[in-house]
């Protein structure tokens, strides 16, 4: 497919590695057994039937060119992965699978399986980050250059204190981002409109045992048409996509031919043009900036999608998948490739002093260290607040 | 200005007449004042010079109509309001005025004074609505109506659970939207470029004064190109607008004339026809969600101007001011709107009764209680999260 | 209102005195009068009725703050319009007055006229920026300079020609609104299910009759819940506001401190700072992108809004009305702003032929002229492009 | 990959096939062979290279896998493409393949070639379509029907006429596209800063022979940072993408269990739900929905991406690709559910006439005839508009 050259060069490929068909089938599986699970121990299904449909569904017994050849006519995966589940069971098994449950339980509570190593990778990749951040702050704590302000060059500040900011905006996304991947990934179970139908007053309790077993947040309710964890999620994702351009800009305005104050790290092959062999291309920067605008169209839809009508959306929640999935793994790369980018980034110094010299002449010559301000005190600050971050983590 | 006609009743009446010209000043010069004082505390500004300021720098002495005419000279109104403070002051004072701060500085920092009131008056709504969702919740905890999913009928649930739906959602997003109010609006204070230029190792501390003073919360660094904290704050309006907006589709869709389980509360003149004398229009949830659709917009632009150059922008800076802004208005009205709603709701129960027979015969007629599930359970759950909610609020 | 500082600074100032709350009432009585005209033409109101409908409903006998502070009750500015006018009426001329119309005839058909004169503003300032583009790109044909590509310096280009790829967008962006402008401001009228409502088969011919008489076009139906025209209307502003912010970005890039290719026409008072007085911004450029940021986000509303339910919108109309006002004039100001930038735009030579050989040493010292290709062919053509534009228009 | 799942259930399953890796790489070969084939022809290289060219760079010689790893090292396909290619050819000819061009060019290009198929097909559905509503209006021109406005029913018109707006609506949409279709779809050849470097005068020549060689359009110049042609023709994805949600929109309303005026074809196995056997789901109007709010996102990104720096974009550039690619496909795929939905759509006139009666009491009993108004004018102009389009297609 055209994803391979068109939209996968702006993902993590070890993520999408990981999200790959038998992993949706094994998140579907995951979440069926767990309910099994869950219902036998509340007695609600018999002893020993949580084993015998272990024992029959199992991901590799799926066929997953009929399964996805299916999911148009009923709109979700759940159904074609139910019909073929229950095929395969014997008769007297068929009415405890998928047993009180609905589409939307499954592939609700089997996309947050799916999702959340993946926002795991991104918050390790936050901390590589945090340990390049750290690295070019103490190195370049005292080094001055010129601020720029509305593209133009204003009064001097330091290197280390543009990387301090940096950081400081990152750990504030990085905080929301955790928070949700703590306390925000909810398990999905509420039967055919959300009320557990024909599961009485276990339902709630089901809920919360079965978000224990998946290992997943338990919700105050079902929230079918209570779109407000994937908003507040997606948010999250868009703050670090925020992040991480931000940072990505800087540096290739930096890497400008007539700045020269950055380059991006040297690496056999990269950046590299088809037409002009002398050059060499931020290409990071421009694929992060490419992911994070991608990320930002992800959260319109989720956001213009997010007023579901009634009990079950027609369109608006099936209009979710591909932008929550597209910006779990998005992201993911766009980390990895900030994370590599300030790990081996080239600072040329002799170029930001160039640069600061035609400043300081249009000043009024106050001595530099006037200028600077506070320069050395935030990136202390920042420091702390890093060891802190790493410290807790 | 066509704004009365094609904006204003998309808004909230009262919070528009609060945010007007002169509460721009105010706040522009509570700023400056409350600057120069931390400046003095400091003994960064002679003894006395804050006082003499103050006395000089009254919102009543700009020429409101020279700042507006001023704006676009330099981009932001900061800097003919400054022009005109110092052509207020003596000689003498005139240096103390503005003392190491930029233009964005005052700005940022008066956006966060002018919205804080109405974030809270926001929440404010929200409380009442709560209060209204706790009296449907009570009043109507077990009365039966049919659930729906794709638009379709699917099986029975009671009105109190869909009232509990509505009010679980909101309470995320109150939450969220509090945790911004109480720890997210923050004071804006770094210089020309983020650095505190000219004021050493003062900066931080007096950023920290400054927040102290106008009751704003204190940033690890400035955050001239670090947009997280709007961010946050705009997905948390977004996540509130969402919810106000969920409530009325269903509110709309259960107002139709072949539904007819809901009226919006009966009022003189509202919801009128100009040419159908005889309808009666839920036109409430049709201002709720004209305004959702701006606020999700809104955040597009905040979302789409997050990555901003080097140590300030050119025009993802000045993009930000009217979606932020409008936001806020947009969503204080339709709180005004959605807890009035709530509050009147007119609930057919005949009609529920109706609807919910036509689908009953279509099932497979097992006892209705066995449908309704946990619908009590989580109507009870929820009204002991309101009662919480109350009680620490 | 906040407005005059936040949102007006990147509207054209003309722009919005003309669209002031007058206008408004004056497009309202308008089409309600030009209807009264048809109608009576075609034997549908008896002869003189018009007439005398129009020498009571004059826009000044309106009271404005009370139609403002009515507007939300129903939703739309027409029921409390109509109410005023039927009330100055006598009783037996009220029921030719809005006959066979609805609200959103009337306030759609307004709104096309509110906005005719302010999109032909904007193609005026398209011509004068012909004009301008035309100017450099003759007096810089062949003056050569460095091109840049992904942020780095590439080969070399003429200065003619990048005038000529600004001029060529625009004209493109030019054709489309013109299209528009000509062809797709349509008149509405359909009653209040847009099949003429006991107008029988006179409807289509009234509606005919009305867009002669008003100056709009017409459409092939009632166009209620059928808004390719908006989508048509509002791409076309997208693209040349995309025009616009292009040309911007480029000219902010060659205005930075290193690079000083270009800068913004030399203006009293314009693109200063409040904090560093050896500045200059090019604030123009920052002003340009703002807007456009702002229209991208307005046509999202009218995109997400466009699938309107059945014969008319609960929410989905009432929201386009801000942002397709407020793109008009963001437009138009956009435009004006960068007329002027390109009338007055300060070329310096010597910086781009200092960064040009930065260039050329790299090169493997081709001659010159050969890098330079089709500058001056492509120069000409769009010359060309633009002598036929500037003859036919 | 998830994509099968989660995101193909709304794109046109033939139309993914024909975008599959190998139809990339033969658009990549197509378009260096035309280009060596022009410039041969130009006598810019020796007689029968391209011929020796062609015999050697044959689509399947290409390793896909190493192709696809590649991507992201120069941030897009040419780039490993060009190096596979050259590789593949003996040391003399290499220097004449991928002469003068730049990577943009040929991907331009190549999209191109590979969405345009893509489009006619759409443009086959939309014929397909029109013969659905035709068929429809003429059935249905007179029967009755209750129009409903913000929601609530208001008074009456025919089932024809609501056909013959979705029908109007959707002729207009169809013609902005295939106005794009038929010249709108541009060749890309202008070198690496766009000036054909190297080639002289004869570089825009070449882009024309190069375009007619490809069957695409040719523009006035290359286009690289300039966006008109994307946004014009992703505005024109986005109207027909209205146009079918809209229409989507109303089929659910009017499917609804109160209303049941509509249902979707009955169709072997589609609408089911996993817990609701009785259930039957409009979820051909819900994948369309999904589609297209998919659909407005992408337009999103093309426009926010629209103005891109000097003379190629970094980061801006690449993030066009997916959604472009996308929304072509999810587009395709919506119109092949609304034709089948149109053709075999079931009309309930027993619950049209149920409906329409208790508003009919409502009305004060004016006769019916009366209300229709020009329903039936409206539809004999739409059938004459669909004729005419059938005639000259």
């Not at 068909?21 to 579907?28: K, M, W």
């Not at 509420?190 to 919700?219: C, R």
């Not at 305005?253 to 931020?282: F, I, R, T």
């Amino acid at each position: 497919m055209y994803d391979r050259f068109f939209r996968h060069p702006f993902m993590s490929r070890h993520g999408l590695a990981e999200l790959d068909d038998r992993s949706v089938v094994e998140a579907l599986c995951r979440v069926e057994l767990a309910l099994a699970q869950v219902e036998e121990e509340a007695g609600i299904l018999p002893e020993g039937v949580s084993a015998q449909l272990a024992a029959v569904i199992l991901p590799a017994h799926f066929d997953m060119d009929a399964l996805a050849a299916d999911v148009g006519k009923g709109g979700n995966v759940a159904i074609p992965f139910v019909k073929q589940a229950k095929a395969m069971l014997p008769e007297e098994l068929r009415r405890y699978f998928h047993h009180g449950a609905t589409s939307q339980d499954i592939v609700d509570s089997a996309l947050m399986l799916l999702i959340k190593p993946r926002l795991e990778a991104s918050l390790k990749q936050l901390a590589l980050l945090r340990g390049g951040y750290g690295k070019l702050m103490r190195r370049y704590r005292d080094l001055p250059m010129i601020g720029r302000t509305l593209m133009q060059q204003a009064v001097p500040m330091t290197f280390g204190v543009k990387v301090a900011q940096w950081a400081a905006a990152m750990l504030k996304a990085e905080e929301r981002l955790e928070n949700v991947v703590q306390h925000g990934l909810f398990v999905q179970f509420g039967g055919p409109v959300g009320v557990h139908t024909g599961l009485g007053e276990h339902g709630l309790a089901l809920m919360h045992a079965l978000a224990g077993k998946l290992g997943l947040a338990t919700p105050m309710l079902p929230w079918h048409t209570d779109r407000q964890p994937l908003l507040a999620l997606m948010a999250a994702l868009d703050g670090v996509a925020v992040g991480a351009e931000k940072n990505a800009l800087d540096i290739a305005l930096m890497c400008q031919s007539e700045v020269g104050e950055l380059s991006e790290p040297a690496q056999e092959g990269v950046g590299g043009s088809s037409s002009m062999p002398h050059k060499s291309n931020p290409i990071g920067c421009g694929r992060i900036r490419a992911a994070a605008r991608h990320i930002h169209a992800h959260y319109g839809v989720i956001s213009t999608s997010g007023a579901q009508p009634l009990e079950r959306g027609l369109g608006e929640w099936h209009a979710e998948w591909a932008p929550l999935l597209d910006a779990v793994v998005e992201l993911e790369g766009a980390l990895e490739l900030l994370a590599a980018l300030i790990d081996g980034l080239q600072v040329h110094e002799e170029a930001m002093a160039r640069n600061l010299s035609h400043s300081l002449e249009a000043l009024e010559q106050r001595p530099l260290a006037e200028y600077l301000g506070s320069s050395g005190a935030q990136v202390d600050r920042v420091l702390d607040a890093l060891a802190v971050q790493t410290t807790t983590a």
